[in-house]
């Protein structure tokens, strides 16, 4: 299993502005996804995110909406750029950790709310 | 494409009956198959998996599901509802090419009623 935080867990933004996204590991793993979650919608996978490359997109997702970095193989951050309200979702983290894993495991997500 | 189709937004059941939430799956190879829960205001938790050995799959809080090839389904049943199993459920796949990762159903709402 893995234990995975991320920060803040909610946050209300103006329009216009960025909000980044933690995520942080308590191991090593591969490859990190981001999903969002709009009001009452399933997940949506936004992109993959390898650790020493670009980060995949999802059909849909832009980079320059939701760059992506992945500095290390523990931690991710995910930027919502120049938000609007539509944009207000939940965005969760989520990782397949150790080799012998075949189920993602989710952090608790971030609740933003672009007023 | 593999993908999941879970039939029915919401489902309502009194409390003691059984609940059965639908998921097809569509796949061209044996798939990995999740059924995730999220109560309100909370993450996502893993009720159980399929990872192509048997076929009836037993999970957390009385859940399982049996995977059907000949039906590509993938059905999450519980035989008496308790009030605390209120909350949406999503069937999920994950897809093995090109890399891996998981796709969602577009999730169940289950009630449950005294």
């Known amino acids: 299993s893995a234990v995975i935080s991320q920060k803040p867990s909610r946050d209300i933004c103006q329009r216009g502005t960025s909000l980044t996204i933690q995520c942080q590991v308590d191991s090593q793993v591969t490859m990190m996804f981001w999903y969002r979650q709009q009001p009452g919608q399933s997940l949506t996978l936004i992109a993959t995110a390898n650790q020493g490359s670009e980060a995949t997109y999802e059909s849909g997702f832009v980079i320059d909406k939701f760059p992506i970095s992945r500095p290390n193989l523990t931690f991710s951050t995910l930027t919502v750029s120049n938000m609007s309200p539509e944009d207000s979702s939940i965005y969760l983290c989520?990782?397949?950790?150790?080799?012998?894993?075949?189920?993602?495991?989710f952090g608790q997500g971030t609740r933003l709310t672009v007023v | 494409a593999q993908s999941v189709t879970q039939l029915g937004s919401h489902v309502s059941v009194s409390e003691g009956a059984l609940v059965l939430l639908r998921c097809n799956y569509s796949s061209s190879v044996p798939p990995y198959l999740f059924w995730y829960v999220q109560y309100p205001n909370q993450g996502l938790q893993l009720l159980l998996k399929?990872?192509?050995?048997?076929?009836l799959v037993k999970g957390i809080n009385g859940f399982e599901a049996e995977f059907k090839k000949s039906e590509t389904s993938f059905h999450l049943t519980k035989p008496s509802a308790h009030m605390s199993d209120a909350a949406e459920y999503f069937c999920?796949?994950?897809?093995?090419?090109?890399?891996?990762?998981?796709?969602f159903g577009a999730g169940t709402r289950l009630f449950v009623k005294a």
């Open positions: 989520s990782v397949y950790p150790g080799t012998g894993n075949t189920e993602a495991f």
């Open positions: 399929y990872t192509s050995a048997a076929t």
């Open positions: 999920a796949v994950r897809i093995n090419t090109g890399g891996f990762k998981t796709i």
